[in-house]
């Protein structure tokens, strides 16, 4: 098992080879009787309780009866530079956002990690990754 100190390096040469993209879309969720459209969609994300479609807010109206959170989202894409075999990387990001006051939804897809955050927040969110020592790669404004 590696020590605490080890951790923290590992985690910060993660930190170092990954970067970040801001995708430029504004996202809401919904919770939704049927999913319509699923290829329109970023996330459809199904419970035993109910299915919740996560998408652009111009594809609303593909959704047909549902009920949307009223809080706009903005797309953070992380790309990890050691997908599946860094402990702690998720927590490190949740942690740095959580200290400043930043809500986020957090999901991982196979090589990249998707934060949404509320779209008042993003230009903070933007800073908190480059002061842990994300790098910034791709296009989206702030």
């Given at each position: 098992?590696?020590?605490?100190?080890?951790y923290r390096e590992t985690i910060r040469e993660v930190i170092r080879a990954s970067g970040f993209a801001v995708d430029p879309g504004v996202y809401v969720y919904a919770r939704v009787r049927e999913v319509r459209h699923a290829e329109q969609h970023l996330m459809v994300i199904r419970d035993p309780d109910e299915t919740t479609v996560v998408t652009a807010i111009g594809n609303l109206p593909l959704l047909g009866e549902h009920e949307a959170n009223?809080?706009?989202?903005?797309?953070?894409?992380?790309?990890?530079?050691?997908?599946?075999?860094?402990?702690?990387?998720?927590?490190?990001?949740?942690?740095?956002?959580?200290?400043?006051?930043?809500?986020?939804?957090?999901?991982?897809a196979f090589t990249n990690d998707l934060v949404l955050v509320m779209e008042k927040d993003l230009g903070r969110s933007v800073a908190v990754l480059e002061g842990i020592g994300f790098g910034r790669r791709g296009p989206g404004p702030v």
């Open positions: 098992m590696a020590s605490h100190a080890n009223p809080e706009r989202w903005r797309l953070i894409n992380i790309r990890c530079g050691k997908p599946f075999y860094c402990v702690g990387f998720v927590a490190t990001i949740a942690d740095a956002l959580a200290r400043e006051g930043i809500d986020i939804v957090i999901t991982s």
